[in-house]
Nanobody, 123 residues
Framework: QVHLVETGGGLVQTGGSLRLSCTTS????????LGWFRQAPGKDREFVAA????????IYADSVQGRFTISRDNGKNTMYLQMDSLKVEDTAVYYC????????????????WGQGTQVTVSS
């Protein structure tokens, strides 16, 4: 069983930045591909970014490419999503996920989900 906890959400102005964290205390992140999804109010969950278990194989949704950066520290069992140049349309609950691989996560194949953290971007 893998328990994931997201932190770092909050309120930010358009053009600002936030850094989300995802941590597990049960299993090592080194054994899992990791990623982020988001769900805006009234909308389906949307893939955001993914990273392979060894890092270095990063995949981003077109909507966030060039603005968001996924990274991981397997020694601390922590994954990060650095979000820059935030837009109002980035407003959503952001979820940390595990999956078989980065490409699998980008195709909505996932195993475990965190509880989510709210990101709100105001103009």
């Amino acid at each position: 069983q893998v328990h994931l906890v997201e932190t770092g959400g909050g309120l930010v102005q358009t053009g600002g930045s936030l850094r989300l964290s995802c941590t597990t205390s049960r299993r090592t992140f080194g054994n899992y591909a990791l990623g982020w999804f988001r769900q805006a109010p009234g909308k389906d969950r949307e893939f955001v970014a993914a990273s392979g278990w060894s890092g270095g194989n990063e995949i981003y949704a077109d909507s966030v490419q060039g603005r968001f950066t996924i990274s991981r520290d397997n020694g601390k069992n922590t994954m990060y999503l650095q979000m820059d140049s935030l837009k109002v349309e980035d407003t959503a609950v952001y979820y940390c996920v595990t999956g078989p691989s980065g490409p699998a996560i980008s195709k909505n194949v996932t195993n475990y989900w965190g509880q989510g953290t709210q990101v709100t971007v105001s103009s």
